[in-house]
């Protein structure tokens, strides 16, 4: 079974302030990891993903994260928030032997301040 | 590429009527299609997954009498809540994997639909 923690239900930055969203994931095998963001009324774009090899994965938007085995976490990052950033961001584990089905995290709200 | 589209983006219905979904995979073949619903400020849950040509496969807890899917070619699946009730309210969300390069790689997201029932 596979599943992920994302803490904090809402994370508020100011403009140009750095961003970071947690996720942590728990899978009995090698996992696959995502990031998406979902703006009002829409559906998910994807923001980037791991599968293998660099563990430092960049994304759209400016947006990256590191998968870090040791520590279980896939936390997304990006230097300098901008408005258009304010959406909600899941993040999701899938894995080969679970047919590459998505289990998604709660999500983080994030509110960025003028 | 790899536009995936939901129709309708909302709909209203009476309780008791049936509602049909449909997502297409606008510029490629979407040999699986997944299906989810949204609650409020929640998460997506997967309801069931579904290749072309063959039966879905449901989640464990979802009545696959109720939410009918088919995916009848591959560029098309339609979920049809039947008998809908208030607690069938929610964003219903479609997302299809190809079987060729980008798409065989990732989902692709439909833009939901949301589904009100009074």
């Known amino acids: 079974a596979q599943s992920v923690t994302q803490l904090g239900s809402h994370v508020s930055v100011s403009e140009g302030a750095l961003v970071l969203l947690r996720c942590n994931y728990s899978?009995?095998?090698?996992?696959?990891l995502f990031w998406y963001v979902q703006y009002p009324n829409q559906g998910l774009q994807l923001l980037l993903k791991?599968?293998?090899?660099?563990?430092l994965v960049k994304g759209i938007n400016g947006f990256e994260a590191e998968f870090k085995k040791s520590e279980t976490s896939f936390h997304l990052t990006k230097p300098s928030a901008h408005m258009s950033d304010a959406a909600e961001y899941f993040c999701?584990?899938?894995?080969?032997?679970?047919?590459?089905?998505?289990?998604f995290g709660t999500g983080t709200r994030l509110a960025v301040r003028p | 590429g790899a536009v995936v589209s939901q129709h309708p983006s909302r709909v209203i219905c009476k309780s008791g009527t049936s509602v049909k979904i449909e997502c297409r995979s606008l510029?490629?073949?979407?040999?699986?299609m997944f299906w989810y619903r949204q609650f409020p400020k929640q998460s997506l849950m997967l309801m069931a997954t579904?290749?072309?040509?063959?039966?879905?496969?449901?989640e464990q807890g979802v009545e696959k009498d109720k939410f009918l899917i088919n995916h009848a070619s591959l560029t098309l699946s339609t979920l049809t809540v039947t008998s809908a009730h208030p607690e069938d309210s929610s964003f219903y969300i479609c997302?299809?994997?190809?079987?060729?390069?980008?798409?065989?790689?990732?989902?692709?997201f439909g833009p939901g639909t949301r589904l009100t029932v009074l």
């Open positions: 510029d490629f073949q979407a040999t699986t």
């Open positions: 899978s009995s095998v090698p996992p696959y």
């Open positions: 791991y599968t293998t090899g660099a563990t």
């Open positions: 999701a584990v899938s894995t080969k032997s679970s047919g590459d089905k998505l289990t």
């Open positions: 997302s299809a994997r190809g079987r060729t390069g980008r798409s065989y790689n990732e989902q692709f």
């Open positions: 579904s290749n072309e040509g063959s039966k879905a496969t449901y």
